[in-house]
């Protein structure tokens, strides 16, 4: 099957669906293909129950939970002064070629003092297991932070702590229950705001 799909390529994010037509050429793929077209659309099935019509929509859980975390770190960052920055355009290399964009920066004084990026579960692309952990090391490397912090969903991936050999830089692994009621959810995040301060205290600017 890997051989046979070698050139199919999943559609770049925002990109329009490719459209088919149906003809008597393909009629033996028209549901595999309708079905195609309500996956890439991210829609649902509609069921009709007598009357009753009922329709479906389907979410982005990580661009979901890639917002809420965004906002509501930003918001709890509010009582250690500075400000938060989010999707700010940063480059890796001196040619600027290579482009990044942190889920959030936190700032004060024109120094960065914390970063920290989103994930709903754990990015692992064939042969980069560990892609999310390369990622925010560029982060502080680029910023030149000695910290960095990837907020997961509780079940996704454990709370750690990765020291990068060579460079001391510490990348922190926190998770969030999304199970818990909105107000201890919301706790959750104030703690971790407190541990992102503490952390972008170290950097020697007075937030």
């Not at 502080?140 to 912090?149: E, M, P």
């Not at 454990?158 to 969030?176: E, F, K, M």
Request: glycine share 8%.
């Amino acid at each position: 099957m890997r051989r046979i799909l070698a050139d199919v390529n999943a559609p770049p994010r925002g990109a329009g669906l490719p459209s088919w037509r149906r003809s008597r050429l393909n009629v033996r793929y028209h549901s595999a293909l309708a079905l195609a077209q309500i996956v890439l659309a991210s829609e649902s099935f509609e069921h009709h129950v007598g009357d009753l019509r009922v329709t479906g929509y389907t979410f982005d859980m990580w661009r979901v939970f890639e917002d809420f975390v965004t906002v509501a770190l930003s918001e709890s960052l509010r009582s250690y002064g500075g400000r938060c920055v989010s999707q700010k355009p940063l480059s890796l290399d001196e040619r600027r070629r290579v482009s990044m964009k942190p889920d959030l920066m936190w700032e004060s004084g024109g120094t960065t003092l914390a970063v920290a990026d989103a994930k709903y579960k754990a990015e692992r692309p064939e042969g980069f297991p560990n892609a999310d952990l390369y990622q925010m090391l560029a982060y502080c490397t680029v910023l030149g932070l000695s910290s960095g912090h990837l907020v997961y969903a509780k079940g996704n991936e454990p709370v750690d702590l990765h020291v990068v050999r060579g460079s001391h830089a510490a990348i922190h692994c926190h998770t969030l229950d999304l199970a818990a009621p909105p107000t201890a959810l919301l706790r959750q995040v104030d703690q971790l705001a407190a541990i992102v301060a503490s952390a972008g205290a170290a950097v020697g600017v007075g937030a």
